[in-house]
């Protein structure tokens, strides 16, 4: 059974600590994610990796990076954490290709106070 | 970026009727997926529709797609209460090759009444 899994459900941190989502993968996935999803907007791409140790930005990049030293592992950084960040965060894996699927893990919900 | 659209933000219906959720796109596609999420979840992928296909099925699922209008429909019938759940239409633009991330529309949230 495939599988995404990210550290942790539910995380509360504190306005300014760095903070630390980790996603892992284990169906050999070339690509991985990091989505935010907030009421009314949808999911939102902050950052994506193609390869080990390449990123891409997406949509919404500033105040997130990400680490990809192994395949099978996508971190998730806020350097800062501010309230503004609260929210859901979904990481994903998909093959390359153009029809596959993606693969969610369970999200995080973050709150920062 | 472009971004799916889905139409109605919400729906409410009662359980054995057919759901209908729309979702609308901006750019051409390589295909078009439909996921369900369950409250506080992760997606679950439903259904692929490649650009060149017109309908596609899948148990309860049916799923069209009008390319020359960019629209999309998913048609779940004879509902269940455990169809309730968040429907997200995405988007696998022509120009991308897989690595570049699906787009999400915002979601319609249906509601089976028992």
């Known amino acids: 059974d495939v599988k995404v899994t990210q550290s942790s459900r539910y995380l509360v941190k504190r306005t300014g600590e760095k903070v630390f989502l980790e996603c892992v993968q284990d169906m050999d996935h070339e690509n991985m994610f990091w989505y935010r999803q907030d009421p009314g907007l949808g999911l939102r791409l902050i950052y994506f990796?193609?390869?080990?140790?390449?990123?891409e930005k997406g949509d919404i990049p500033e105040g997130y990076s990400v680490s990809r030293e192994k395949k099978e592992r996508f971190s998730l950084i806020l350097e800062s954490a501010s309230t503004n960040q609260t929210s859901m965060y979904l990481c994903?894996?998909?093959?390359?290709?153009?029809?596959?699927?993606?693969?969610f893990g369970q999200g995080t919900r973050l709150t920062v106070v | 970026s472009q971004q799916g659209e889905e139409d109605p933000q919400a729906l409410s219906i009662q359980e054995g009727e057919n759901a209908t959720m729309n979702c609308s796109y901006k750019?051409?596609?390589?295909?078009l997926q439909w996921y369900r999420q369950n409250s506080g979840r992760g997606l679950v992928h439903l259904i692929l529709i490649r650009s060149n296909e017109r309908e596609k099925h899948s148990g309860r699922l049916r799923v069209t797609l009008d390319t020359s209008k960019k629209s999309s429909s998913l048609l779940i019938t004879a509902s269940r209460a455990a169809d309730t759940a968040s429907y997200f239409c995405a988007t696998d633009e022509a120009s991308g090759g897989g690595a570049d991330g699906l787009t999400f529309g915002k979601g319609t949230h249906l509601i089976i009444q028992p």
């Open positions: 750019t051409s596609i390589n295909n």
């Open positions: 990796s193609y390869d080990v140790k390449m990123k």
């Open positions: 994903a894996s998909r093959p390359t290709g153009v029809r596959t699927e993606a693969f």
